[in-house]
């Protein structure tokens, strides 16, 4: 399996993901990512904190790869 990076950006900092999550295939990444962020949206409006605005999603490897980035906003 590969392991893949989810960096979410909020509005004024970048949250980086230092240890990564394998999955089968990016579209598996891909999908789980855009879950979290969803789910981490949801979690600020109701706490009140600021809402992550997008998440990028990069494969491991000798050299990374950007795979995807997807956005809460439309």
Not at 12 to 34: C, K, M, Q
Request: aromatic share 12%.
């Amino acid at each position: 399996m590969t392991k893949y990076f989810f960096h979410i950006t909020y509005k004024d900092e970048t949250a980086l993901d230092e240890y990564g999550s394998h999955f089968s295939t990016p579209y598996r990444a891909i999908t789980e990512a855009e879950l979290n962020l969803l789910t981490f949206a949801l979690e600020a409006k109701v706490r009140g904190k600021s809402v992550p605005h997008t998440v990028v999603i990069v494969e491991d490897g000798i050299s990374r790869k950007f795979v995807a980035a997807r956005s809460t906003e439309n």
